[in-house]
């Protein structure tokens, strides 16, 4: 019996440290870390400082800070920046939760005027 409860303690423990998944759907073509990833329905992961996109098939890792607001956001949404004519990723605002991933669009540009 002890030994159930310490099992189950420890599943619980490691349910709560993996990482959150969040369903979230792209209706254009979008980059984010490097790549370009196309209208479907992806998974968002975040693991520590790094936001991972996948559908399966394609898979993009990129920097990301998470902020909490103060009240929950109602849907899933996605920021885009326009950066020299290609839509990137600036923010994804996850529904049911307070919970805002801000990318840095401007990752590995030169700022040379």
């Known amino acids: 019996?002890?030994?159930?409860?310490?099992?189950?303690?420890?599943?619980?423990?490691?349910?709560?440290a993996s990482a959150k998944s969040y369903s979230l759907n792209l209706y254009s073509a979008v980059?984010?870390?490097?790549?370009?990833?196309?209208?479907?329905?992806?998974?968002?992961?975040?693991?520590?400082?790094?936001?991972?996109?996948?559908?399966?098939?394609?898979?993009?890792?990129a920097p990301v800070k998470v902020e909490s607001v103060d009240s929950k956001y109602p849907s899933t949404t996605v920021r885009l920046a326009n950066?020299?004519?290609k839509m990137q990723i600036e923010e994804i605002r996850l529904g049911g939760t307070r919970t805002k991933l801000v990318f840095d669009v401007h990752q590995g540009q030169t700022g040379v005027q």
């Open 1 to 16: 019996m002890k030994s159930r409860i310490v099992f189950a303690f420890g599943v619980l423990g490691l349910a709560i």
């Open 31 to 61: 980059t984010v870390g490097g790549t370009e990833l196309k209208p479907g329905q992806y998974s968002v992961e975040v693991k520590e400082s790094k936001a991972i996109i996948s559908n399966g098939r394609v898979q993009s890792e």
């Open 83 to 85: 950066d020299g004519g």
